[in-house]
């Protein structure tokens, strides 16, 4: 059974700087690993999405990479703004014949002014 | 385009109650999923379909709990018999494949009292 974990639950950083997220998975089988925003009392907006053959997926000031082998996920944030302020969580799209997304609980991210 | 919408946003019934829940995925899209999402917490698989075909339904809690997708487009959630423990937030999404990135509707928030 696909686990995911998220490292650490809560950030709190200054305007401007640099983040690392993380994320970890169980079962390195996976078809894909994907990102996404939650905002408070909010939906789901995708971020990026890394296919089990890519090391890598870059938006904007979003760099996310992918080491199946090892079961970990990144999530880069560059310069940093009050308004990345959210939850972000990742999920692991299960392979064989499983494609529904495990998702982990979240890091809820603050950015200060 | 239109994203997928769910209806009704919130939805509040009393205990024995049956309620369902309706999905309209992107146009396009012929994978559709389930998820449960409490309070803190990542979204919970329920179920999926590829087309009008029902692939996985182990996510869903017991037998009151169904779904269907017959025209291979609107989805509906269909719980009988409503207990206070099914109240959460219920989220749809849909996808291009079943390894494409999954785009998440606003959700229906379900209150039973």
């Known amino acids: 059974k696909q686990e995911v974990t998220q490292i650490p639950a809560a950030l709190s950083v200054p305007e401007g700087e640099n983040l690392v997220l993380n994320c970890s998975f169980t079962d390195s089988a996976i078809y894909n690993l994907q990102w996404f925003r939650q905002d408070p009392g909010k939906g789901l907006t995708s971020l990026l999405l890394i296919q089990s053959s890519q090391r890598e997926q870059t938006s904007g000031r979003l760099n996310a990479s992918l080491d199946k082998s090892s079961g970990r996920s990144t999530l880069y944030i560059a310069a940093s703004q009050p308004g990345d302020s959210a939850t972000y969580l990742c999920a692991a799209n299960s392979g064989g014949s499983n494609y529904k997304l495990t998702f982990g609980k979240g890091t809820l991210l603050t950015v200060n002014p | 385009g239109a994203g997928v919408s769910q209806s009704p946003r919130y939805k509040v019934t009393k205990r024995g109650q049956d309620v369902a829940l309706r999905c309209d995925p992107i146009s396009g899209h012929v994978s559709l999923y389930w998820y449960r999402q409490a309070l803190g917490q990542g979204p919970e698989f329920l179920t999926y379909f590829n087309y009008e075909a029902q692939q996985d339904k182990s996510g869903l809690p017991n037998d009151r709990f169904s779904a269907e997708r017959p025209e291979g487009s609107i989805s509906t959630l269909t719980i009988q018999r409503t207990e206070q423990r099914d109240s959460a937030m219920y989220r749809c999404?849909?996808?291009?494949?079943?390894?494409?990135?999954?785009?998440f509707g606003p959700g229906t928030r379900l209150t039973v009292l």
């Open positions: 999404a849909s996808s291009p494949n079943l390894i494409d990135t999954q785009y």
